[in-house]
């Protein structure tokens, strides 16, 4: 499980080369963001990166969570997104069937 | 399909009240967010909605694309987020499997 921790000045497409490599790669991969301009920066990097990835044909999906974390002595509630391979409705291996 | 526009001022749990109820109902839920404070917000909401479904059984995944809107005349671009139940791997049904 690779984990990115994404700021409001990390640059998305960055991210989403990060993102993209570690998918291929077969790696699970987990974003942490803390506030709205760090979170939208990750949402970013999670649509750039599907483009990256849909043309070898692997489509990606997030799911999004609370965590509470603790920055510098002050608990913070983070967004993490867990990235993965999007396996498609009635098959093992991600056939022909969206779903 | 159902299109929730997400504002940086909207009550992520009334959103998530809102997705919660539609996937219920097999509805593919779109939400359409622009800017960094709204795209937190329709995030936050998907994360909550989770936690309505997941008891009764219903996982949800999300993927994010970019889209270009005009408001008010001016060109935009907003995140859209298709809400879907989350199909586990290898199994028709939603099984056991987790993916």
New interface residues.
Partial sequence: MGCLKVS?KSSPASVAGAIAGMIKDGVAVEIQAV???A??QA??A??IS?GFLSPIGI????????ADIVIDGEYRTA?RFAV???????T?DGGETR?
Avoid: H, T
């Avoid at 489509?59 to 609370?66: D, L, N, Q």
């Avoid at 993965?84 to 009635?90: A, T, V």
């Fill in positions: 409001s506030g709205a301009g979170v939208n949402v970013k999670i649509a599907r489509e990606i999906m997030c799911v999004p969570s609370f967004i993965e391979p999007r396996y498609l409705r009635g093992a779903s």
